[in-house]
């Protein structure tokens, strides 16, 4: 019935075009970052073809993408691998950042209990772990997912932390003054207000899942990008070392913007000023 | 006057101390106001002299030290039980994920759980045209104006249909045209809702040109040293400002703070 009151289009057609400017912006953004990487790309060729550098030492751009396109069905499938590995990991990540976050700020004793082994916890180089992880989980899925929880979990819990406690104090007496619980606290007003802080705690994460994915394979693997690069690189297969590496670019970038684009659907609002 | 209407809002021997450090440091002195059904009073003093303090008190926000206090004849914490107890803060402190409509019906939706979601709907839209906003339904704060976002938590307050309103500066973050539109439009409301009201400024104009009454605080010790009735004629209109009963009435208000705080200095 409201939403079929006249007056409330303009608001629409508003956001609508803010929204179709922002998109064009964006894509002029890209304009001269996009100009510098040919500009990269051009000189680098240039430079191994007039100096002839070794295949081995320093691989030409079209020799690279040749590689991508004669090892495509490798690559593809390692890329598979490390993609499955990246997927599951972050995706436990969140879940258990986001869990550690609303236990500590719903259940203050507990979290008070928890937060310090969360931050000693931290001061352990992760990497240092994947061994032990291997040793325990073998050298399939398992022990990558572990890893990269181990290491994506922390930014997700923290930044959650701030945005759940976050809240105007105000806000809370408001809500307190009409009888509402914790629980209706949390849901109503924090978990909303945090998921700002959440979306970027989740774009750190994933950008550390590669990582993880990736040191989990240099680790001990049998397939994935990691060990496809540690692989060409004992080989002095150069070209497909540069190729994997396109490709780890290629899918850490999607998996961001895939968690960019689920911000902006979901997520559009600044969080308030404090 | 207050002893023929009866009081809405009653103090007694106010005291707030608040413990620093192992220090009482006494932050509320004696304070006394009786406030009608109906009544629009407001608090007025320099900085620190507790009067966002009185009105937390008021509104059962805070536990005072010493002292009775009554609104609507039960214990604030009471009152705001039985949402008899409308706020407004400084700040609009509206929730930036939801539209106009949506905050104004948010607490409504935890205060009258057992009502119907358009029920609920339905209210905060008759509030929002109260407010002259309801064009604004489906605008999120960030595309209102300040002035805009305070309507539409003056409406989310008045959605609980609160007796009494409670109002910690409610104008203090906002450019002085606003302001006096923000007072004439609160003036109208009040008339057309008659709901008691306490407000919290320090400005003397907004003071003088909305209230029945103004409670002038002092500092060192900060209590209420004169109650003022302000003799000019309801409704109150821009002509009111160029009065003469309402230049007496700043006037006055003007040396009362002087005095506060000079004494301030003084001790």
């Not at chain 1, 993880?212 to 297969?237: H, K």
């Not at chain 2, 407001?42 to 966002?52: E, F, H, M, R, V």
């Not at chain 2, 604004?136 to 008045?158: E, N």
Request: aromatic share 8%.
């Amino acid at each position: 019935m409201i939403r079929d009151d006249p007056a409330a289009r303009p608001a629409d057609i508003d956001a609508s075009t803010g929204l179709v400017a922002n998109t064009r912006g964006a894509v002029l953004r890209f304009v001269p970052a996009l100009g510098l990487f040919i500009a990269v790309l051009v000189v680098w060729e240039g430079v191994s073809r007039i100096f002839k550098l070794p295949e081995f030492v320093l691989p030409a751009p079209t020799a690279i993408l040749a590689v991508l396109i004669a090892h495509q069905r490798d690559l593809g499938y390692a890329a598979y691998v490390t993609a499955r590995e990246v997927l599951y990991g972050f995706l436990f990540s969140a879940v258990i950042g986001a869990a550690v976050a609303l236990v500590t700020a719903r259940f203050a004793a507990f979290g008070r209990a928890l937060y310090p082994l969360v931050v000693l916890f931290q001061t352990v180089p992760k990497v240092a772990l994947a061994p032990l992880f291997i040793l325990w989980f073998g050298f399939d899925l398992a022990p990558k997912v572990v890893l990269i929880v181990v290491i994506a979990f922390f930014p997700v819990a923290i930044n959650m932390m701030v945005g759940l406690q976050n809240v105007d104090p105000n806000l809370i007496a408001l809500m307190r003054s009409v009888g509402a619980s914790r629980n209706e606290i949390l849901m109503r007003i924090q978990i909303p207000n945090s998921l700002p802080y959440l979306m970027a705690g989740l774009k750190v994460a994933v950008t550390l899942a590669v990582i993880g994915a990736i040191v989990g394979e240099f680790a001990g693997a049998q397939a994935g990008l990691g060990y496809m690069i540690q692989f060409a690189s004992t080989q002095m297969q150069t070209s497909l070392v540069f190729a994997a590496l396109v490709e780890v670019s290629v899918l850490g970038l999607l998996f961001y913007y895939v968690i960019e684009w689920i911000e902006r659907r979901y997520v559009d609002w600044v969080p308030a000023a404090d | 006057m207050s002893a023929v209407e009866p009081a809405h809002i009653l103090a007694r021997g106010v005291c707030v101390d608040f413990t620093v450090a192992g220090r009482v440091n006494r932050v509320l002195h004696d304070v006394s106001l009786s406030v009608p059904k109906g009544g629009f009073v407001s608090l007025i003093g320099p900085s620190g002299c507790g009067k966002s303090t009185l009105l937390k008190v008021l509104a059962g926000l805070l536990p005072p030290s010493a002292g009775e206090v009554s609104v609507a004849g039960v214990a604030p914490v009471e009152a705001v039980r039985q949402r008899r107890i409308g706020i407004v803060f400084q700040e609009a402190t509206l929730l930036p994920w939801k539209n106009a409509l949506d905050n104004v019906a948010m607490l409504t939706h935890v205060a009258h759980a057992g009502r119907t979601g358009s029920e609920i709907r339905d209210r905060a839209t008759e509030m929002l045209r109260l407010v002259g906003l309801e064009h604004a339904a489906h605008k999120r704060p960030a595309q209102l104006s300040g002035g805009m976002r305070q309507r539409v938590s003056i409406a989310r307050a008045l959605a609980l249909d609160p007796e009494v309103l409670m109002m910690d500066e409610p104008f203090g973050a906002l450019d002085a045209i606003t302001r006096e539109e923000m007072s004439a439009f609160l003036l109208e409301i009040w008339e057309r809702t008659k709901k008691t009201i306490v407000l919290v400024t320090h400005s003397i104009d907004e003071a003088a040109f909305l209230s029945r009454e103004v409670h002038v605080m002092a500092s060192d010790p900060a209590t209420i040293i004169e109650a003022l009735p302000i003799d000019l004629p309801y409704p109150r209109n821009e002509d009111s400002y160029s009065a003469p009963a309402f230049a007496r009435a700043t006037a006055r208000l003007r040396r009362l703070l002087k005095e506060g705080h000079r004494q301030a200095a003084a001790a």
